[in-house]
């Protein structure tokens, strides 16, 4: 039986794990796409289904200053970085008529 595209997310206050599991890239476009609020745009060119995991800090949705909750560390990768070191996809911002993010290449991540 053929496995279908999926994506799980988990997340904490502002620490989110995603996994993505025979995913295409257009689908992970229109996900950036309502994660962020802006429009982005695939300019990789890839076509075909990946499996990758992403985790990273969304640093909007952190708290400074309360000692009694947990803070993520500073070192985590905010979504830009963790595309980049986890997934080997570079998000930039441009600016046209309107603000929007482009993914404009791919590159294969390390084994690390």
């Not at 496995?3 to 890239?25: D, M």
């Not at 499996?51 to 990273?56: V, Y």
């Not at 000692?67 to 993520?72: G, L, N, V, W």
């Amino acid at each position: 039986e053929e496995e279908k595209s999926a994506v799980r997310s988990g997340a904490g206050r502002s620490e989110f794990q995603w996994t993505f599991r025979k995913y295409p890239i257009a689908g992970l476009v229109n996900l950036l796409a309502s994660f962020l609020g802006s429009p982005v745009q695939d300019q990789t060119g890839l076509a075909g289904l990946y499996d990758f995991k992403l985790q990273f800090i969304d640093r909007r949705y952190q708290r400074p200053g309360n000692d009694s909750e947990p803070q993520p560390l500073d070192a985590a990768p905010d979504l830009f970085g963790a595309l980049q070191e986890q997934a080997g996809l570079k998000l930039e911002k441009k600016k046209g008529a309107g603000e929007v993010l482009v993914v404009d290449r791919a590159e294969r991540a390390s084994e690390n």
